[in-house]
């Protein structure tokens, strides 16, 4: 006779690759839609949520930033030299989702930094979809990308909440700017960004879209960049 035990692990043999099976039928209804209405649909969800929090937080053109940001006692990870908010400098955030590619960010990265010897970049990291080992292992990912950028004027953040409050590459917001006292002179929404199985053709489409998205948010503030600027 079949314990308890015993029906609870057929039930999960059988729920595993079930689930699975609906997932690839899910992913491939997604790629067959491409844009279309489940896109659509998560983009307006994330657009609320970002809205919330833009109001909450100033993240609107000529607000003063609320910062640090009022999240709580929601865990999260501070890398790097604080950001000097309202101290004279001014400050780029740069929400890169859970992508830590350097062959994606490193344009855009070198952009800002030329941008002004003066400017401070944070990178927004969203840990939500992690935990345990795989946080560690998205954390190192973290580091090791900040390692290629030698830099003191480059801090990154981590945290489960990020995703919620800025979103990420389907509707959330990319870039957001302040100046010297902390008012923010520039949000910057993700560009439409190509969806792939093909790793290298998300690559060669969404680095050079980046960089202009995080150009143009310079550009409100410093106006048409031409190599290396101060203010």
Partial sequence: MMTKKDWLKVIVLILVPVNAWLGVLYY???QK???GELVETFRFNTAVRVTHFAEKWGIKEGQRLVYPFP???TPSLFLGVSPPIGQGRPVLFLNISRITSE????PALQEALASSPSLHIVLLFDTRESSGEEFERDVKRLREMLNRFPSRRISA???DWIGTAFGGFLGGVLAFLCDGEGIVRAVQFYPDLKLSPS???EV???RPKLQQAVKRALEKFYGKLSGTQGR
């Fill in 28 to 30: 491939l209804h997604w």
């Fill in 33 to 35: 839609r491409g844009r």
């Fill in 71 to 73: 999240i709580g006692n």
């Fill in 103 to 106: 062959e994606v960010w490193r």
């Fill in 157 to 159: 953040i981590a945290g």
């Fill in 199 to 201: 790793w290298e053709d």
């Fill in 204 to 206: 060669k489409d969404w």
